[in-house]
């Protein structure tokens, strides 16, 4: 159904569809037909079950923060059977964001190009309605600094929206990675993001609850940079990495490059991104050997897209440019074919593909009990051929 729609819908503007949708999934929350949805979209199998930084997931399959920046949603996008969902990116104060128009897709690509701009209703707007709600899945709520707000004031900044939402939250994500808000991604530097985390680190320990605290990266950087994440990760103690983010590159799209620069700025999400994530996920997993959760996004379009980042190291993945792409039955395909891949691989959970060819494992323990052997991974930088 949602093949055919799709013609017509993509023929209006990308925000307005968005906004649309939104208002349409709190319609269905309105009125009562959140339920007969969870039976259309339901497939559950034990073997999805998983557990990373301390959660328990029915599945690992969840929504990236981008889609439902107000937390509008809570109740209604559990039917679609994510494991989870990420709300935000929001701020500590309502922002309007950049102007429009400012998401674009770029059809031929699979992809779509965003430069939004943290645009929301703030950190105690959003507390306000999380705390009405009672939360079906697990609700992570990632956060960002305000535009009008310089770097050296950041700690701050990140401090207030953490303080005022980390309550209502399962765990909380620190966004230095949008290429959207001038100067943010200079806080991915080793000495500014050291500092923040560590603070935001000291706040967390404060509460009688202490929340997981996960950083989410740009692909746009080198080895040496990710090895800077990897040691600031350890020595702050961070609960988990997201990887990643959207690229400033343009780098392999199909589309002709003219229309593309047409467009303008912003960040690109969805199939192009794919492989270059799952290749920071394989860095990852390898440089902290499989000791720190991480979340893959990027790209994932299908059951073995999801596969492919959970075997390359990551305990859980994220969807979102797919579900535009195929529809809301999509987060249903990938839990099927899911299971369907660890039964032809031998595996009897979710668990036990994490990393399986990341090659940092030299034997896995699998339902038959066989040990195979493990793909390779080049060594050579993940992220130059990226602008940051």
Same mark, same amino acid.
């Given at each position: 159904? =949602? ?7 993509? *023929? ?8 649309? *949708? ?18 259309? =979209? ?88 999380l705390s009405a709600l009672k939360k079906k899945i697990p609700? /992570? ?22 303080? *005022? ?101 912003? /960040? ?14 394989? =860095? ?14 990027? /790209? ?11 075997? *390359? ?15 809301? /039955? ?29 090659? =940092? ?28």
């Amino acid at each position: 159904m =949602y093949k055919l729609l799709r013609p017509f819908l993509f *023929a209006l503007d990308s925000e307005t569809i968005h906004n649309a *949708a939104i208002k349409a999934g709190e319609m269905v929350t309105r009125v009562g037909l959140a339920d007969i949805l969870g039976k259309l =979209y339901a497939y559950e199998d034990a073997r999805l079950r998983t557990r990373a930084f301390g959660i328990d997931f029915s599945n690992p399959v969840g929504l990236a923060a981008g889609f439902d920046k107000d937390a509008r949603l809570i109740n209604m996008l559990p039917a679609l059977g994510f494991g989870f969902i990420e709300i935000g990116t929001v701020t500590a104060r309502p922002q309007a964001g950049n102007p429009r128009p400012r998401l674009f897709r770029i059809t031929k690509d699979g992809a779509i190009l965003n430069r939004m701009g943290f645009n929301g209703e703030g950190a105690k707007a959003m507390r306000k309605r999380l705390s009405a709600l009672k939360k079906k899945i697990p609700v /992570g709520v990632n956060i960002g600094k305000n535009k009008d707000v310089p770097n050296e004031h950041a700690i701050e900044n990140y401090s207030e929206s953490f303080s *005022a939402i980390v309550s209502c939250a399962d765990y909380i994500t620190v966004n230095v990675s949008s290429p959207n808000t001038p100067g943010l991604r200079a806080l991915q530097d080793k000495e500014p993001l050291l500092a923040l985390l560590a603070h935001l680190k000291n706040l967390n320990g404060k509460l009688g609850a202490p929340k997981p605290i996960l950083l989410k990266i740009a692909p746009d950087l080198t080895n040496d940079a990710l090895d800077d994440i990897v040691e600031i990760v350890e020595r702050t103690k961070l609960d988990g990495i997201i990887a990643t983010n959207t690229t400033v590159s343009r780098e392999g799209l199909r589309t002709d490059l003219r229309a593309v620069a047409a467009l303008g700025a912003g /960040g690109v999400s969805g199939k192009p991104l794919h492989k270059h994530s799952v290749a920071i996920v394989k =860095y990852l997993y390898r440089r902290t050997e499989g000791k720190v959760p991480i979340v893959g996004v990027g /790209g994932i379009f299908t059951a073995e897209d999801a596969y492919e980042m959970i075997c *390359a190291g990551a305990s859980l993945v994220q969807i979102y440019t797919g579900m535009i792409y195929e529809g809301p /039955g999509l987060v249903k395909r990938i839990k099927r074919g899911l299971v369907e891949l660890l039964k032809r691989d031998g595996f009897s959970n979710i668990a036990q593909a994490i990393g399986s060819k990341s090659n =940092y494992c030299p034997s896995l323990s699998r339902a038959d009990g066989s040990d195979k052997p493990l793909d390779s991974v080049p060594t050579e930088s993940v992220g130059t051929s990226l602008g940051g």
